[in-house]
């Protein structure tokens, strides 16, 4: 239904920015709520932010808010995640996923990208 595939990670030093990039194919995605996950090793995966079918509705951590942001770009398939600020505890593999409304959970999420590291030096 929907294919989700992850970019745009890397290593940052500390204080720095990265855009993570999430493309998705099928044809749900304008209709289809859209979240960044994130999941270190050792530890459950959390929701980072999500995004609303339209985008007109988000939501963030409030471990990330006021640094990230979430958008998408429903013309070009495209949801993103900017990162600024980014600390050594952003470090983490960052999922994107879909679903149909929106959501905080992982178990209301139906589809997953691969995931992209993120990893910051300090």
């Known amino acids: 239904q929907v294919q989700l595939v992850e970019s745009g990670g890397g290593l940052v030093q500390a204080g720095g920015s990265l855009r993570l990039s999430c493309a998705a194919s099928g044809r749900t995605f304008s209709s289809t709520a859209m979240a960044w996950f994130r999941q270190a090793p050792g530890k459950e995966r959390e929701v980072v932010a999500a995004?609303?079918?339209?985008?007109?509705?988000?939501y963030y951590a409030d471990s990330v808010k006021g640094r990230f942001t979430i958008s998408r770009d429903n013309a070009k398939n495209t949801v993103y995640l900017q990162m600024n600020s980014l600390t050594p505890e952003d470090a983490s593999v960052y999922y994107c996923?879909?679903?149909?409304?929106?959501?905080?959970?992982?178990?209301?999420?139906?589809?997953w990208g691969q995931g992209t590291q993120v990893a910051v030096s300090s």
């Open positions: 995004i609303s079918w339209s985008g007109a509705s988000t």
């Open positions: 996923a879909a679903a149909g409304v929106v959501g905080t959970h992982v178990n209301e999420y139906h589809y």
